[in-house]
């Protein structure tokens, strides 16, 4: 494809999710980086995490973002007595056969909440992994494929952790992003007030299609992505397991394990897709920087040392991103 065709490609899709972007903010005040966020995993078929503490607008954001775009939704209540079935689907006895026939699940939706996932023990976790990671669900013997695109949004407190049951690493990494959520400013929260003080709350209206977001995928691939860039992020990757040798020795006992090669598929990804939302048809190093927070702070795993000298990983990426040498 000429350069010239790309641009103007991307021009247009910049455009069109801009649209859904504005859209979005007319029902969500103060979100703009998360909705921004979600977007580009929709764009590359990739699940989120997101982590912020009750009342920051998480379930809100999603379900608004799914009326926008035309999905269907489904909200899970993860909860200690959630069992695997209530999530995937099971076998129900049909009297008239004489045999048990597969009934689905909530799980059969274009965007799924799984909200405060890690209120539910392992086993329920665990029915996620085929959903994710295959797009598909086993029920019995027959396996059906989940609908396109297919994309897994939970969410969890970062600050209850009673009660709670923390994500095995092989979960995690089954994540694109882990999205931080903030407080919003004083003048967002006025704005926030504003609405329920209204008699009519701002009600979410479609202005595309999921098929039409399907179609964008392909613009996405198109983006060039230089190849000092893709060194950069496999150098960047590969610093988190070995970080001595990028002059961070210091780091070595506060790491207990580095980031897969889906940390390096993910930058790869999303950095194409960030910077088509953003109207460029090409990846900068910025974007990398940008975006790695996001990719790796979950696919981390600190030492007992690290959490005893208080040190987080947002710390550890960091230094990372000052340590290795941007292109």
Do not use: W
Request: charged share 25%; hydrophobic share 45%; net charge negative.
């Amino acid at each position: 494809m000429e350069n010239h065709e790309l641009e103007n490609q991307v021009d247009r899709a910049a455009a069109h999710l801009g649209e859904v972007q504005r859209a979005v903010a007319e029902v969500i005040v103060g979100q703009d980086r998360l909705v921004e966020s979600l977007l580009v995993a929709l764009l590359c078929r990739g699940h989120v995490l997101l982590e912020g503490v009750p009342g920051l607008a998480k379930t809100l954001t999603v379900r608004t973002l799914a009326h926008v775009v035309g999905g269907s939704f489904r909200r899970l209540q993860f909860t200690p007595d959630l069992l695997p079935a209530d999530v995937t689907g099971t076998q129900i006895f049909d009297p008239r056969t004489s045999k048990f026939v597969p009934h689905r699940g909530p799980i059969f939706a274009n965007l799924v909440l799984a909200d405060e996932i890690n209120r539910a023990p392992a086993k329920v976790q665990s029915a996620l992994l085929e959903a994710m990671e295959e797009r598909q669900v086993t029920i019995g013997d027959t396996t059906d494929l989940l609908p396109e695109p297919f994309v897994v949004l939970a969410t969890q407190n970062p600050i209850e952790q009673e009660g709670t049951y923390p994500l095995p690493e092989a979960q995690l990494d089954r994540f694109l992003f882990k999205v931080t959520v903030d407080y919003p400013s004083a003048e967002e929260e006025r704005r926030v007030l504003e609405y329920h003080l209204a008699e009519s709350f701002p009600k979410p209206v479609q202005v595309t299609e999921l098929e039409k977001l399907t179609e964008l995928e392909t613009v996405v691939r198109q983006v060039y992505l230089d190849e000092r860039i893709r060194s950069y992020i496999v150098s960047l990757v590969a610093a988190t397991r070995a970080p001595a040798e990028v002059g961070l020795g210091d780091l070595v006992p506060l790491i207990g394990f580095g980031a897969s090669p889906r940390a390096s598929i993910a930058l790869a990804v999303g950095t194409r897709a960030m910077a088509m939302v953003r109207g460029r048809a090409y990846v900068t190093p910025e974007d990398v920087k940008e975006l790695a927070p996001m990719v790796l702070r979950h696919r981390m795993v600190l030492t007992y040392e690290a959490e005893a000298e208080g040190v987080t990983v947002e710390e550890v990426v960091d230094r990372m991103l000052l340590a290795v040498e941007v292109p």
